[in-house]
């Protein structure tokens, strides 16, 4: 008899557990190409070969519905760049497939939603998925059939066009999404017309703009005037692309690894880092979105539609009240005033500070820094900043930045929550809770008249008089 040692008797465990998962690995991925024998079936997905898209079936957020979508493979949360069914979102677990005639469908049980509609395809067609984010339907003489960067949604990557091609006789224009979590098409259009960015809402014309802030190169034919731009990012190292939201803001959007966020190189109401000037904040959705924040006053004026255009830092906010800083004769301390939902102007200095106390502390004590946050990559403080954006109310991707005032400049109530930690503020939880309280006083109160008013007339009707406090028995006679 021979004696097994244990790591002999474990190695076939060992290759059964990798067996099992390179097969759910390949279960789950089906390499970066659809065939008519290898559709992707909810919920697998397919990769581009140099893992940067991915594309299947996604359900939007509060929303049971399928869409078939392109995102960003490693950014979380996931990014949708390219919406295929925006107008019929599938009721239930669906598949995508390429049908005899080479046409690429979804279906959905007994329905189906043509992606494609072309002729020239056959059995031995085949979608590609490529690095750069296209979707490429394409005939076994390599013949591109279709591609979803002739039919994009509401991001541009860079490669896809917009404008018009009188030659291939193809329009590419943006529609944005209907909602954040709402991918059907939305009231936005953003078109190129005459070399200028054209955004419309509906027939009307919403914004107008230069499409050389947005890294789109001209591609002129036949006139002096480009037909249509390319988007062109210089810097290839990053991921970008163009963004029409659903609020009808056109976004450059680049995406930072360290930060695990999307900052806005430049937007069409706010502009480049500094488009609105030092110490002031640009709000996306009101039509001057340009402002001091509180405590602070424009040396120059109201800013102007030019100076937006220019791209002019020339407005610059300056403090209404001197900051006390290190001046021990005054009783009052400077302190914070926090602004919500925004996002962080780009110079910020990092700190290694573990707690947003410490952080607070740390920027209240330097009279160089004039505002802190603390997130997920710690202390961040800020000596001039420029290009605070704030963020729609339905945006939830924003954050807390404090800006340091004078004490004079904070409002008495609000000093608890100025300073960086919570003061007392009613919140939505709060509000319910009072409402359900007084639910549930008001009709004890109800209850207890009813019962006096059926005692007064249970007396009543007894000959007697509801009891009373005869309070002249008490007051003593006058001499």
Same mark, same amino acid.
């Given at each position: 008899?021979?004696?097994?040692?244990?790591?002999?008797?474990?190695?076939?465990?060992?290759?059964?557990?990798?067996?099992?998962?390179?097969?759910?690995?390949?279960?789950?991925?089906?390499?970066?190409?659809?065939?008519?024998?290898?559709?992707?079936?909810?919920?697998?997905?397919?990769?581009?070969?140099?893992?940067?898209?991915?594309?299947?079936?996604?359900?939007?957020?509060?929303?049971?519905?399928?869409?078939?979508?392109?995102?960003?493979?490693?950014?979380?949360?996931?990014?949708?760049?390219?919406?295929?069914?925006?107008?019929?979102?599938?009721?239930?677990?669906?598949?995508?497939?390429?049908?005899?005639?080479?046409?690429?469908?979804?279906?959905?049980?007994?329905?189906?939603?043509?992606?494609?509609?072309?002729?020239?395809?056959?059995?031995?067609?085949?979608?590609?998925?490529?690095?750069?984010? %296209?979707?490429?339907?394409?005939?076994?003489?390599?013949?591109?059939?279709?591609?979803?960067?002739?039919?994009?949604?509401?991001?541009?990557?860079?490669?896809?066009?917009?404008?018009?091609?009188?030659?291939?006789?193809?329009?590419?224009?943006?529609?944005?999404?209907?909602?954040?979590?709402?991918?059907?098409?939305?009231?936005?259009?953003?078109?190129?017309?005459?070399?200028?960015?054209?955004?419309?809402?509906?027939?009307?014309?919403?914004?107008?703009?230069?499409?050389?802030?947005?890294?789109?190169?001209?591609?002129?034919?036949?006139?002096?005037?480009?037909?249509?731009?390319?988007?062109?990012?210089?810097?290839?190292?990053?991921?970008?692309?163009?963004?029409?939201?659903?609020?009808?803001?056109?976004?450059?959007?680049?995406?930072?690894? *360290?930060?695990?966020?999307?900052?806005?190189?430049?937007?069409?109401?706010?502009?480049?880092?500094?488009?609105?000037?030092?110490?002031?904040?640009? %709000?996306?959705?009101?039509?001057?979105?340009?402002?001091?924040?509180?405590?602070?006053?424009?040396?120059?004026?109201?800013?102007?539609?030019?100076?937006?255009?220019?791209?002019?830092?020339?407005?610059?906010?300056? /403090?209404?009240?001197?900051?006390?800083?290190?001046?021990?004769?005054?009783?009052?301390?400077?302190?914070?005033?926090?602004?919500?939902?925004?996002?962080?102007?780009?110079?910020?200095?990092?700190?290694?500070?573990?707690?947003?106390?410490?952080?607070?502390?740390?920027?209240?004590?330097?009279?160089?820094?004039?505002?802190?946050?603390?997130?997920?990559?710690?202390?961040?403080?800020?000596?001039?900043?420029?290009?605070?954006?704030?963020?729609?109310?339905?945006?939830? %991707?924003? /954050?807390?930045?404090?800006?340091?005032?004078?004490?004079? !400049?904070?409002?008495?109530?609000?000093?608890?929550?100025?300073?960086?930690?919570? *003061?007392?503020?009613?919140?939505? !939880?709060?509000?319910?809770?009072?409402?359900?309280?007084?639910?549930?006083?008001?009709?004890?109160?109800?209850?207890?008249?009813?019962?006096?008013?059926?005692?007064?007339?249970?007396?009543?009707?007894?000959?007697?008089?509801?009891?009373?406090?005869?309070?002249?028995?008490?007051?003593?006679?006058?001499?």
């Amino acid at each position: 008899m021979h004696l097994i040692s244990m790591e002999q008797s474990l190695l076939p465990i060992f290759f059964l557990a990798l067996l099992s998962l390179s097969i759910f690995l390949k279960s789950s991925t089906a390499g970066d190409t659809i065939t008519t024998s290898r559709p992707v079936k909810h919920p697998e997905t397919i990769v581009s070969a140099g893992g940067i898209f991915e594309l299947g079936f996604f359900s939007p957020k509060n929303n049971s519905n399928y869409h078939l979508g392109i995102w960003y493979k490693e950014v979380s949360p996931r990014r949708v760049v390219w919406v295929a069914n925006r107008d019929y979102a599938m009721l239930n677990s669906s598949s995508l497939s390429i049908i005899s005639d080479g046409n690429i469908v979804i279906l959905d049980g007994r329905l189906s939603y043509s992606v494609t509609n072309i002729s020239g395809g056959n059995n031995d067609s085949t979608a590609r998925l490529l690095d750069t984010g %296209n979707l490429i339907l394409g005939g076994n003489n390599l013949e591109v059939l279709w591609q979803s960067f002739d039919d994009p949604t509401d991001t541009l990557l860079p490669g896809m066009k917009l404008g018009h091609d009188p030659e291939s006789e193809k329009t590419w224009s943006l529609l944005s999404w209907r909602g954040v979590d709402d991918p059907a098409p939305g009231d936005f259009r953003l078109e190129l017309n005459a070399g200028q960015l054209i955004i419309k809402q509906d027939s009307k014309i919403y914004w107008e703009g230069s499409r050389q802030h947005f890294s789109l190169q001209n591609v002129s034919l036949r006139r002096e005037w480009p037909e249509y731009a390319v988007f062109s990012e210089i810097n290839t190292s990053r991921i970008s692309h163009i963004l029409l939201d659903e609020s009808g803001q056109l976004k450059l959007q680049s995406w930072t690894p *360290g930060a695990q966020r999307w900052f806005s190189d430049y937007s069409s109401k706010c502009g480049y880092d500094g488009g609105c000037g030092a110490f002031s904040i640009c %709000n996306e959705s009101a039509d001057k979105p340009c402002s001091c924040l509180p405590g602070f006053e424009s040396e120059q004026g109201s800013w102007t539609q030019e100076s937006m255009e220019g791209m002019l830092a020339a407005k610059r906010c300056k /403090r209404k009240t001197k900051l006390q800083c290190r001046d021990n004769s005054l009783s009052e301390k400077d302190g914070f005033k926090k602004i919500s939902n925004v996002e962080f102007p780009s110079n910020a200095k990092t700190l290694d500070f573990r707690s947003a106390e410490e952080c607070r502390s740390a920027s209240l004590g330097n009279c160089s820094w004039n505002a802190y946050a603390f997130d997920e990559r710690g202390c961040l403080v800020w000596d001039d900043f420029y290009n605070l954006t704030k963020h729609l109310d339905d945006n939830n %991707n924003g /954050r807390n930045f404090y800006v340091k005032l004078a004490a004079s !400049e904070l409002i008495a109530k609000d000093k608890n929550s100025s300073n960086g930690s919570p *003061g007392p503020k009613i919140n939505k !939880e709060t509000k319910r809770k009072l409402w359900i309280t007084f639910a549930l006083i008001i009709p004890l109160i109800m209850v207890f008249l009813l019962v006096i008013l059926y005692l007064r007339c249970k007396f009543k009707k007894k000959g007697k008089t509801f009891p009373k406090h005869d309070s002249s028995s008490e007051m003593p006679e006058l001499p």
